[in-house]
């Protein structure tokens, strides 16, 4: 199952499937997209797996070999990279909480949040190839962004697996936390990040003109919450 939780801005989806190492099938599809709709509106999202074993383990394997014909095949990785294209679009910032190993198409999952948080103790990799496939669901594209064409090429064309040091190392996770702080770190991390400001700053990284630059910041200028935390600033000063 596919929860979500909304406290104060911040949206948590959590893929909660033990029994599946936390696995993609048909179904959690179906619950992660309406997840990802339930969020509309939130100043922060994070997607983060159930225990401390598996964030994703990638497909279900045992679901999703009752796919035989190339249309099917098709039909799903379509159906899937179209859900991690909505993380991708998310309006807010979007966190990955690798609270355990992201492998497959879990690192494809990953890939698709716009920061990712680790465990100090997991793994991360495409390791598609080891089933003799490829990673379909948008994440090779987005691992090239991540680290470079050749490297990307060389993680997935390989399958070998990171610890979350070596990622960091790489550019493929953005912050690596104890097992001990690691829930609330990146709790921590994702409450800080679930702001206006940090949402315009999302687009404009992005890559938007100088003029939606300006005008962003503006709007942001004449907001209420610009002008409670000036005079905050301010009264603190005299």
């Given amino acids: 199952m596919v929860e979500l939780e909304l406290e104060d801005g911040l949206a948590v989806i959590t893929i909660n499937r033990p029994e599946a190492r936390n696995a993609i099938a048909p179904a959690t599809m179906d619950q992660l997209e309406k997840a990802i709709d339930g969020s509309a509106g939130a100043r922060a999202l994070v997607v983060t797996g159930a225990g401390d074993r ?9 679901e999703l070999s009752a796919l035989r014909s190339e249309a099917d095949a098709a039909a799903m990785a379509r159906r899937m990279r179209s859900i991690c294209d909505q993380l991708a679009a998310f309006p807010a910032p979007v966190i990955a909480a690798l609270n355990g190993h992201a492998l497959g198409g879990g690192a494809e999952v990953a890939v698709a949040a716009d ?11 495409f390791n598609q190839v080891t089933l003799a496939i490829m990673p379909a669901w948008g994440g090779a594209e987005r691992l090239a962004a991540l680290v470079g064409r050749g490297r990307a090429l060389m993680l997935a064309g390989s399958g070998v697996k990171l ?18 702080t690691f829930a609330a770190g ?19 990284v992005a890559g938007v003109s100088a003029d939606d630059a300006i005008t962003a910041f503006a709007r942001l200028w004449v907001a209420e919450e610009h002008w409670a935390a000036a005079d905050r600033v301010l009264n603190r000063a005299k």
């Fill in 163 to 180: 610890d979350a040091v070596a990622a960091e190392r790489v550019g493929l996770v953005d912050q690596v936390l104890s097992r001990a």
């Fill in 186 to 204: 990146w709790r921590s991390l994702a409450r800080s990040l679930a702001n206006a400001p940090a949402t315009e700053i999302k687009r404009v």
């Fill in 54 to 62: 598996a964030f994703v383990s990638g497909g279900d394997l045992k």
């Fill in 115 to 125: 920061i990712r948080v680790a465990a100090a103790d997991i793994l991360i990799g």
